[in-house]
């Protein structure tokens, strides 16, 4: 299985795997589907406003989210909350067109949604220590301010490099989420991940990869759908953790192969028309496996190929 992958985890992140601790992850994964809707909500409200008002510094004289008003009322809190404004408004203006500065615009709320929601109170319900949340934006801050080959826009034109090598279509697009995901039960420190599902359309063909977080492990799916017209049929789909995209089986004789002609799977996304085109956070960058598997399904005469 590939290791959790995240901005954060460029720069230092702690990775956890307590995919046995039976009931600890049991009730992790209840809070975790608490606070993702609670993301959701946060996100719609966000959105609400406006999807190309930029998400700036918070304004205190209007605040009312909890987090908000706790910045407002933190002196240090409130200096790197004017700083991240300041780094998230530099990298706007670096922004060669509309469609990049739109998914800035989308990631910045989407990372404003996941910090209300979940970076509020540990496991025992107490207030998250100041330290920590000061943390989050320094973290997200220098984010916004590479301007590395790792950096949003330089990965946005590597993401649109990789993409014209195929014809394209109503299909392609990114459905990413993020959040906050704590690294050990206690919930005292948290490391920001994104996952979600990455689909490119080459003619008649659609590929795609999917990332899911659940009780502490990523799990990977692909899947390949045939477009016809305003629609795309899901014509194979696999579930792999092995590292050997979607074999026979592997080491563990867990049967990874295709499943043919699926009429639904409950964890595999269906095609959306409507998707961002560009998104840089989720399942990019691609792993070289990843680059291979996509390249290989969007090109052959016929994939998945016998077994």
């Known amino acids: 299985m590939r290791a959790i992958e995240s901005s954060a985890s460029r720069s230092g992140m702690i990775r ?23 993301v959701m909500m946060v996100l719609l409200t966000l959105l609400a406003i406006g999807a190309t008002t930029p998400a700036w510094a918070i304004d205190c004289s209007k605040a009312t989210d909890p987090i908000d008003v706790r910045i407002c009322g933190n002196a240090s809190l409130k200096a790197a909350d004017a700083a991240m404004g300041q780094a998230y408004n530099a990298l706007l203006k670096t922004a060669p067109d509309a469609d990049v500065r739109a998914m800035l615009i989308s990631s910045q709320r989407r990372w404003i949604a996941a910090r209300n929601a979940t970076l509020g109170e540990d496991s025992q319900g107490k207030p998250l220590p100041v330290s920590e949340l000061r943390k989050a934006i320094t973290d997200r801050t220098s984010r916004l301010s590479d301007r590395s080959d790792k950096g949003f826009v330089a990965e946005a034109a590597a993401q649109r490099r990789f993409l014209a090598k195929y014809s394209g279509g109503t299909f392609s697009g990114f459905d990413a989420g993020c959040e906050f995901i704590p690294n050990d039960k206690s919930m005292t420190s948290f490391s920001y991940q994104c996952y979600g599902a990455m689909h490119v359309q080459n003619r008649d063909r659609l590929c795609s990869a999917q990332t899911e977080w659940a009780t502490w492990s990523l799990y990977e799916y692909y899947g390949v759908s045939t ?16 590292g050997d995209i979607c074999a026979a089986g592997n080491d563990k004789g867990e049967d990874s192969s295709w499943k043919l002609n699926p009429d639904k799977d409950e964890h595999f996304s269906s095609a959306n028309p409507n998707l961002p085109k560009l998104d840089v956070e989720g399942l990019w960058p691609l792993e070289e496996a990843d680059a291979t598997w996509f390249d290989q399904c969007l090109t052959s005469p016929t994939y998945p190929p016998a077994q």
Do not use: I
Request: net charge positive.
């Open 16 to 38: 956890v795997d307590c995919r046995n601790h039976g009931a600890d992850s049991f009730m992790f994964a209840n809070r975790s589907k608490a606070k993702l809707n609670r």
């Open 227 to 242: 477009v016809q017209g305003d629609t795309a049929k899901l014509s194979a789909v696999c579930s792999d953790q092995s």
